[in-house]
T-cell receptor, first 114, second 111 residues
Framework: GAGVSQTPSNKVTEKGKYVELRCDPISGHTALYWYRQSLGQGPEFLIY????????DSGLPNDRFFAVRPEGSVSTLKIQRTERGDSAVYLC????????????FGPGTRLTVL | DAKTTQPTSMDCAEGRAANLPCNHS???????VYWYRQIHSQGPQYIIHGLKNNETNEMASLIITEDRKSSTLILPHATLRDTAVYYCIVSLGGGADGLTFGKGTHLIIQP
């Protein structure tokens, strides 16, 4: 079956612009996670959704970052007033707890802020 | 901060067993040990997890010490495709929290 998909695969934007990154989880998975990975580092947790609600957003670095999952499936990570330090690969994962808490990751979106 | 400590890099000859160590001396009684790997330019991939008993699946074996302060991931017959960064993660499990990744071990399989 289809895995987690993320679009776009690459996004180049200018400092100060607004961007949206999309994640399509595995069908039927109720949990969805966003991570950010800088060069040479492991992924860093940003936010976790259970259904439509954000169960844990403690990893969001500041109020420029926001994520939604209005229908409990697709999620969008929104970044306002982008800064060069936001450049990273943004990873999405989904899982289906408590049946299986293994997280399945997408290929990521590489964001470059010029 | 990650609750685990791993070597930065390791080499292993193709066809041999790769043994990747991980220290997690502050692990709590209800926390699991998870292993994920990340091949270059891909998202992380789940390998295996365990609580206190040793575990084996089609990809690997996980050996957890009796005091649970360390573990070893074993790839029994390493291939070139196993070259990746391997992450050892401590988590409550149940899918109720995000994973805390460290820097992992860069495993290089030599032909």
């Amino acid at each position: 079956g289809a895995g987690v998909s993320q679009t776009p695969s690459n996004k180049v934007t200018e400092k100060g612009k607004y961007v949206e990154l999309r994640c399509d989880p595995i069908s039927g998975h109720t949990a969805l996670y966003w991570y950010r990975q800088s060069l040479g580092q492991g992924p860093e947790f940003l936010i976790y959704f259970q259904g439509t609600g954000a169960a844990d957003d403690s990893g969001l670095p500041n109020d420029r970052f926001f994520a939604v999952r209005p229908e409990g499936s697709v999620s969008t990570l929104k970044i306002q007033r982008t800064e060069r330090g936001d450049s990273a690969v943004y990873l999405c994962a989904s899982s289906s707890p408590p049946v299986a808490d293994t997280q399945y990751f997408g290929p990521g979106t590489r964001l470059t802020v010029l | 901060d990650a609750k685990t400590t791993q070597p930065t890099s390791m080499d292993c000859a193709e066809g041999r067993a790769a043994n990747l160590p991980c220290n997690h001396s502050t692990i709590s009684g209800n926390e699991y040990v998870y292993w994920y790997r990340q091949i270059h330019s891909q998202g992380p991939q789940y390998i295996i997890h365990g609580l206190k008993n040793n575990e084996t699946n089609e990809m690997a074996s996980l050996i957890i010490t009796e005091d649970r302060k360390s573990s070893t991931l074993i790839l029994p017959h390493a291939t070139l495709r196993d070259t990746a960064v391997y992450y050892c993660i401590v988590s409550l499990g149940g899918g109720a929290d995000g994973l805390t990744f460290g820097k992992g071990t860069h495993l290089i399989i030599q032909p």
